[in-house]
């Protein structure tokens, strides 16, 4: 639902580096010659909106259950924080052997997270599943844009982000109403342990594909593991677990030296590894591929941090149920695709500028609206019709940074390009989730839900802490689409 420093492997000669040749004129993402494999890699984006629209709306109540609603954010960050690793790792693997091995592993890794959390004991347990999973996660998800540079002319690749985007909608409206209903009637155990076997058909739908216009290094000869960038790897994920860390105990009676501790600790191995991995000039918003790397960290990160937070707002807060606080994010799944589907026109594409800066001016909007819900008097609906313009926006610019990623990346450096986005995305995600757990603990929100099917009331300034800080940020976003294009 996530870039790197270039790197010189040779002049990419082979059949797997070479760009493909562009098809007839009518034929599309589902013409002829790339229908089995749309239909694929698509498949495998719709099961990864299933488990992200159910696991949403199951965590509340899993939180509660494992009497974890303190450590919540770690829930959603553990997922962000290992799929670093596995992006870059993904990079590395997919420019050195092609995409194939990554995409397999990851979703071997994917689903077995999810059978970890859903049998998980303690909340701890349930974390480190999440872990998992989300190792598994940032190996697909590289491995994913790198078929796309490889198997699709530039043409047709906005049409086939704007079919990724497409996947979410069924899942959008189908999977909290599912995933409502199973944990309130069944179990929120069984909305994780329901995905796994459904990994089969995607696999063997994309996988032959794959294999046959794909494989095979990027280069000439394939280049080696970038060891230092593994290292890297290994620092930013290890910087992002001690910072979240760190934001999550501080608040708690003697753990602020510890804390402290560990938030130094965490500094001194992310900002190397963060310099190392991200586009030179990223966190100064130079303009072309380090803007892009950067306005997907802020749109993605700023976003999901709030959402993380939307269902228990809604459960603890207004008293819903979680499956009506999870429909309440429903419609985003179909305006997502919607802005998703505008941006692949190509009429729009000498717009595409001014289409982002819509999307991030809708997104701080939607975000700031939400916790205007706090208000007994304000109606709840209101978050649902906030999300959908949140989510239009969303679409506008998640597809278009990841079509002018590939545009601005030789072939031989699509795989690297590809995991920086996805890491700025991730540790986005990471950093921000932490800043807003932070805050939330601080202000008394891990004490909100021992009783999370009533209404509480008793925390809104911890659920503001929130919203109102990452409606900044999307307005920071706003600015960084100015410098997209080079002079």
Known sequence: MTTLEPRDTGVADTPAATPPVEPAPRDGVLGRSHRALSI????????????????????????????????????????????????????????????????????GAFAAGLLLSGTAGAMWLFILGRAVQGLGGGLVIVALYVVVGRAYPERLRPSIMAAFAASWVIPSVVGPLAAGAVTEHIGWRWVFLGIPVLVLLPLALALPQIRRRASGPAGSVAAPFDRRRIRLAFGISAGAALLQYAAQSASGDGARGLSAVAAAAGAVLLVPAMLGLLPKGTYRAARGLPSVVLLRGIAAGSFIAAESFVPLMLVTERGLSPTLAGFSLAA???TWALGSFVQSRPRVEPYRDRLTLLGMVLTAAAIAAAPSVLIDGVPVWTVAVAWAFGCFGMGLVISSTSVLLLKLSAPEEAGSNSAALQISDGLSNVLLLAAGGAAFAALGGGTVAHAATQASGGHPAAFAAVFLPMAGVALVGAWVTTRLRER
């Open 332 to 334: 985003g799944g179909g």
């Open 40 to 107: 694929g890699i698509v498949s495998v984006v719709l099961l990864i909106a299933f488990e992200a629209t159910a696991v949403g709306t199951a965590m509340p109540v899993a939180a509660r259950e494992l009497d974890g609603v303190a450590m919540y954010a770690f829930a959603f960050s553990g997922y962000f924080t290992t799929s670093l690793f596995g992006m870059v790792l993904a990079g590395q693997w997919s420019d050195r052997a092609g995409p194939l091995g990554s995409l397999t592993a990851g979703i």
